[in-house]
């Protein structure tokens, strides 16, 4: 049964931990599957809304059904293969943000929406390594920030915590420019992402709704990291799955059960949305 159109509600979701899990396997969970196929079959506008760029959304992920994608941070944004926003960093500014990377020893992976690029000062970060084998394993397209084909719509970077200094020296360049996510410590190595200013997976959702004229009491929203909070921030029904940090799953209205316990399906049946 189609839901009524007054009543259609945008719903909004986070892929890593969230649709996919994040052990390795990048398993999507059949409850989840049979959430997003019933949330449409009512009549639901559904979206992902992502950190990576479109080019590393993979084709399982796109075989989902979704309505569109809000991609890089809210900086791309897609609906039904037609493309309704990218910002496009200035080149001046993108090769300042690639001397001062360099400078400041930072491990990078630069994401565009048709390639990704890859800037290392030391032996590849282990984090890094595996994100470049996942992102480039089938053929997609890995540059060097020396080719002439190389630009980039937003950074996510590695830096030793030994280096916090030289880390510190390349934020006060940053902040200017970009919005800085902080995405923790782990082993020595602080993992940032950055966000050209004024562009989050809030501003995203918030353009859609316009886009779509639908009324923020009908917008949901599904994730589990800090790069999700701008997310949360934006609407009134926000989600956290079970096992997200605390700083996450104190920003939200709701917390669910983990991905692998039908966290997605136990939510969407909260609030009546399948």
């Not at 390639?115 to 540059?143: C, H, Q, W």
């Not at 917008?219 to 999700?228: I, P």
Request: aromatic share 10%.
């Amino acid at each position: 049964m189609t839901a009524d159109t007054r009543e259609r509600s945008i719903l909004f979701f986070d892929i890593d931990g969230t649709i996919i899990t994040e052990d390795g396997t990048h398993t999507i969970p059949e409850s989840t599957r049979t959430a997003l196929r019933m949330a449409k079959e009512r009549g639901h506008l559904i979206y992902i809304n992502t950190g990576r760029v479109f080019l590393n959304v993979e084709p399982m992920i796109r075989n989902l059904g979704f309505d569109g994608y809000v991609c890089g941070c809210g900086t791309n944004i897609i609906y039904r293969e037609q493309e309704l926003l990218h910002h496009e960093i200035p080149v001046e500014l993108q090769r300042r943000t690639v001397d001062h990377i360099t400078h400041c020893k930072m491990n990078v992976i630069y994401e565009a929406s048709d390639l990704n690029a890859l800037s290392t000062s030391y032996p590849m970060n282990p984090a890094l390594k595996e994100l470049v084998e996942y992102f480039t394993g089938d053929g997609r397209l890995l540059v060097s920030v020396t080719d002439p084909a190389f630009h980039f719509d937003k950074f996510t970077g590695w830096y030793r915590t030994e280096d916090q200094e030289l880390h510190e020296e390349f934020c006060r360049f940053a902040e200017d420019y970009y919005d800085y996510i902080d995405r923790g410590v782990t082993d020595g190595w602080g993992m940032c992402e950055l966000v050209p200013r004024g562009y989050s997976k809030g501003t995203g959702i918030h353009y859609l709704l316009d886009h779509h004229r639908v009324d923020l009491a009908h917008c949901y929203v599904f994730g589990d990291s800090t790069n999700d909070l701008p997310m949360f921030q934006a609407v009134t029904h926000s989600v956290a799955m079970g096992g997200s940090p605390k700083i996450v799953t104190d920003s939200v209205e709701y917390v669910t059960d983990s991905i692998l316990e039908d966290g997605l399906y136990r939510a969407m049946e909260h609030y009546h949305l399948i």
